[in-house]
């Protein structure tokens, strides 16, 4: 089985900044991509940002776009996820997750909240 522990979250003023981050453990296996989801409260789950290990390549949710970075090593099985110019609507509880392949995501967090207020 794989563990993956969010630590970071916390509450932050409009404007503020907080990081992220996601350590994997347990059984090893060979992870496609590694990314962050959120959500609030009375809505659903939806995808933030992702890293593909092979290329380094990340993608981000419209969002969070030129305010959010992500990034990590697979090797210690880690990602972060830097927000920058929070606003109140990014108020949720974020989980990482991993997956072996494309758009598949086997492993999750148990979730961090992060708190953004006005």
């Known amino acids: 089985q794989v563990q993956l522990v969010e630590s970071g979250g916390g509450l932050v003023q409009a404007g503020g900044s907080l990081r992220l981050s996601c350590a994997a453990s347990?059984?090893?296996?060979?992870?496609?991509?590694m990314g962050w989801f959120r959500q609030a409260p009375g809505k659903e789950r939806e995808f933030v940002a992702s890293?593909?290990?092979?290329?380094?390549?990340?993608n981000y949710a419209d969002s969070v776009k030129g305010r959010f970075a992500i990034s990590g090593d697979n090797a210690k099985r880690t990602v972060h996820l830097q927000m920058n110019s929070l606003k109140p609507e990014d108020t949720a509880v974020y989980y990482c997750a991993t997956g072996r392949s494309p758009g598949h995501y086997e492993y999750w967090g148990q979730g961090t909240q992060v708190t953004v207020s006005s």
């Open positions: 347990g059984r090893t296996f060979s992870s496609y991509h």
């Open positions: 890293i593909i290990w092979s290329d380094r390549s990340t």
